[in-house]
């Protein structure tokens, strides 16, 4: 893979790495393709279940922003901790430092927070731990990675039978779904009319996200939107007393509820082969039988 020199700041908001030989074996593997690598996380700062204090982590944040040797700041990881920050973080700091911020799951709430305040648009893509990390780095993650920050458009493919057929464009922004709920009355939930909605989660059953789903229709957060994409919702259990009642079941329920379209097969969320998607940027969705197509362009590049 070929990329120009870039520095990279790795930042732990939220979560601590599991595996310290994992995240220095991902710093080696950025290193040996010629970049530089700043990282803000030290694991002997762990506190509780977080990466650092709160104060720390809020630290690695605006270090990784203010470093001038910096164009790109990774998070380390997801798991839980950006909402007890994000009172504290200096969101117009974080858009007039030019850094390119990625990260998902945790890291959604960032992401909304930051357009919300400036409408500087991010990145929702991988992290360090385990984007950057794996025993075998997945070519899929990594190119279209790069080809996304690079830039000035991006294409994405999502495949998946039963979407309905549309051809809308807008401003690209969701994430995580629990995290997209739970910003919903503050002042981090960014005001995008006929926007593209993106959203994935990990653990949750399916009637859990139709109740998200549901409570985004009621808020009022799906008025004027243009469609919805779901990217990965696995690693949930189902049990006898569903009673038939799955992910296609509350899918085919939500399609009949929800006035807009509802499209499945984004390759994005707790997966493998993880795109990486400009949350803010705009974006042209259009679908066929056996999938869709995003273009994306209008968003900050390297």
């Not at 990774?74 to 974080?94: H, T, V």
């Not at 960032?110 to 990145?123: D, I, Q, V």
């Given at each position: 893979m070929t990329t120009n020199r870039i520095g990279i700041a790795i930042?732990?908001?939220?979560?601590?790495?599991?595996?310290?030989a994992a995240l220095q074996r991902g710093i080696a593997r950025l290193e040996a393709q010629g970049h530089t690598v700043h990282n803000y996380y030290s694991d002997a700062r762990r506190f509780?279940?977080?990466?650092?204090?709160?104060?720390g982590r809020l630290a690695q944040l605006n270090a990784a922003a203010a470093d001038p040797d910096v164009q790109v700041v990774i998070a380390l990881r997801g798991q839980y901790g950006i909402s007890r920050i994000l009172p504290q973080i200096d969101f117009r700091a974080m858009a007039d430092s030019g850094k390119l911020f990625v990260g998902?799951?945790?890291?959604?709430?960032?992401?909304?927070?930051?357009?919300?305040?400036?409408g500087r648009a991010s990145f929702a893509g991988p992290m360090m731990c385990d984007g950057f990390c794996r025993d075998e780095p997945v070519e899929y993650t990594q190119k279209n990675f790069w080809d996304c920050l690079r830039g000035p458009q991006h294409f994405v493919r999502g495949t998946a039978e039963g979407n309905p057929q549309v051809d809308v464009s807008g401003r690209l922004w969701g994430g995580n779904l629990a995290l997209v709920n739970h910003l919903i009355g503050t002042p981090y939930w960014p005001r995008i009319e006929g926007g593209i909605l993106f959203l994935e989660d990990i653990a949750e059953h399916p009637y859990r996200v139709e109740r998200m789903l549901l409570q985004l229709l009621h808020a009022g957060a799906l008025?004027?939107?243009?469609?919805?994409?779901?990217?990965?919702?696995?690693?949930y259990r189902l049990a006898p007393h569903d009673n038939g009642y799955d992910f296609e079941a509350m899918?085919?329920?939500?399609?009949?509820?929800?006035?807009?379209?509802?499209?499945?097969?984004?390759?994005?969320?707790?997966?493998?082969?993880?795109?990486?998607?400009?949350?803010?940027?705009m974006a042209r969705l259009r679908s066929d039988a056996g999938g869709f197509d995003l273009t994306l362009m209008d968003y900050p590049t390297l």
């Amino acid at each position: 893979m070929t990329t120009n020199r870039i520095g990279i700041a790795i930042a732990a908001p939220s979560g601590a790495a599991q595996d310290e030989a994992a995240l220095q074996r991902g710093i080696a593997r950025l290193e040996a393709q010629g970049h530089t690598v700043h990282n803000y996380y030290s694991d002997a700062r762990r506190f509780q279940r977080f990466a650092d204090s709160d104060a720390g982590r809020l630290a690695q944040l605006n270090a990784a922003a203010a470093d001038p040797d910096v164009q790109v700041v990774i998070a380390l990881r997801g798991q839980y901790g950006i909402s007890r920050i994000l009172p504290q973080i200096d969101f117009r700091a974080m858009a007039d430092s030019g850094k390119l911020f990625v990260g998902y799951s945790d890291f959604t709430a960032f992401h909304m927070g930051l357009y919300a305040a400036t409408g500087r648009a991010s990145f929702a893509g991988p992290m360090m731990c385990d984007g950057f990390c794996r025993d075998e780095p997945v070519e899929y993650t990594q190119k279209n990675f790069w080809d996304c920050l690079r830039g000035p458009q991006h294409f994405v493919r999502g495949t998946a039978e039963g979407n309905p057929q549309v051809d809308v464009s807008g401003r690209l922004w969701g994430g995580n779904l629990a995290l997209v709920n739970h910003l919903i009355g503050t002042p981090y939930w960014p005001r995008i009319e006929g926007g593209i909605l993106f959203l994935e989660d990990i653990a949750e059953h399916p009637y859990r996200v139709e109740r998200m789903l549901l409570q985004l229709l009621h808020a009022g957060a799906l008025d004027g939107q243009k469609a919805v994409v779901l990217g990965d919702f696995s690693g949930y259990r189902l049990a006898p007393h569903d009673n038939g009642y799955d992910f296609e079941a509350m899918l085919a329920y939500i399609r009949g509820v929800l006035p807009l379209p509802v499209l499945t097969g984004l390759p994005f969320g707790h997966i493998k082969e993880l795109c990486t998607l400009p949350f803010g940027g705009m974006a042209r969705l259009r679908s066929d039988a056996g999938g869709f197509d995003l273009t994306l362009m209008d968003y900050p590049t390297l």
